[in-house]
């Protein structure tokens, strides 16, 4: 898959069962965005459906022109098992997987509303911050990991991990609920999380983080009097996003020739990418540095 002309991530179907679902988050500099499948030689490419969303521009702080966020995984912890949550929940239309693990996590939820600061860069919804989980054995940690999952093009991709948390328990004055969040048993942010009541509160890096595995571990510190909860989860391996598209102007002419004429050539996708194999048909580009390809002949 390609997002306009930047590698997006590739796709193997490999049971006719099993549903594939992908995300990117990324910034569009044009009018217009193409998604391109492109064929790898296993098999003839398709897709089923196709989802636009817009986001705020001060959401997701990590995406900029250069780079852009491919969701591993979003998870909704605490949530009914059977269900996820999107639209309307979630007024942007992101999808929530439940994770439910019984026999290591005790779930907590609330009907009372929980609170997302106005100028949040993530905006889980509040459907999601309802519930929460905590370990059920008191003392233990809440710990989770994943393999890093290499690319065609990035045989070590880099991470963003952003984790959600609100108390969702009116704790009596002598009780202490506050933790450490580790990263192969480093500290992976310096502060202690202290949950507020009833707000939402995330923790998050700037910075992709590569690694050759990953374990997070939530760990009380010495003064908790209660274990750790985390309400919410999202994984996002990076891309760059710095190949340029064919020029506007160009696009916008090539696209009047094939409608004039009726031209049934594979003229499909950006014309002069992505890179110097995918023109299209009878098109010659030229390809400068910093500046978007040129149409020179057709």
């Known amino acids: 898959l390609h997002i306009g002309v930047n590698f997006w991530r590739t796709v193997n179907i490999s049971s006719p069962f099993a549903a594939k679902f ?54 909704n912890f605490g949530g009914d098992e059977n269900t996820g949550i999107r639209y309307p929940d979630d007024p942007h239309d992101r999808m929530w997987f439940p994770w439910v693990n019984s026999s290591s996590w005790t779930e907590i939820s609330t009907t009372r509303r929980v609170k997302y600061e106005a100028d949040s860069p993530f905006e889980a919804p ?42 969702l328990q009116l704790l009596p004055s002598n009780a202490v609920r506050e933790f450490y969040i580790n990263l192969n048993g480093k500290l992976l942010n310096r502060d202690v999380m202290r949950p507020p009541y009833l707000y939402g509160q995330a923790s998050y890096n700037t910075f992709a983080i590569r690694k050759s595995y990953y374990i997070v571990s939530l760990n009380a510190t010495a003064n908790s009097t209660l274990p750790p909860i985390i309400n919410a989860l999202e994984l996002f391996s990076v891309i760059p996003t710095t190949n340029l598209s064919t020029n506007s102007q160009d696009v916008s002419a090539i696209l009047v020739i094939k409608a004039k004429y009726q031209v049934h050539k594979n003229w499909m996708g950006d014309p002069c990418g992505p890179g110097t194999v995918m023109v299209w048909d009878s098109l010659t580009c030229s390809y400068a540095i910093a500046s978007p390809p040129r149409i020179t002949r057709v």
């Open 22 to 75: 992908v995300e990117v988050i990324v910034v569009v500099p044009d009018d217009y965005v193409q998604v391109c499948l492109i064929n790898t030689g296993a098999g003839t490419p398709f897709i089923s459906g196709l989802d636009l969303r817009p986001l705020k521009k001060t959401m997701y702080p990590q995406v900029t022109a250069a780079q852009g966020l491919v969701l591993l995984t979003r998870f």
């Open 126 to 167: 509040m459907a999601v911050m309802q519930t929460a989980i905590r370990p059920r054995n008191a003392s233990h940690n809440i710990e989770f990991d994943w393999e890093p999952q290499p690319q065609a093009n990035d045989p070590s991709p880099g991470y963003i991990i952003i984790m959600h948390f609100s108390e």
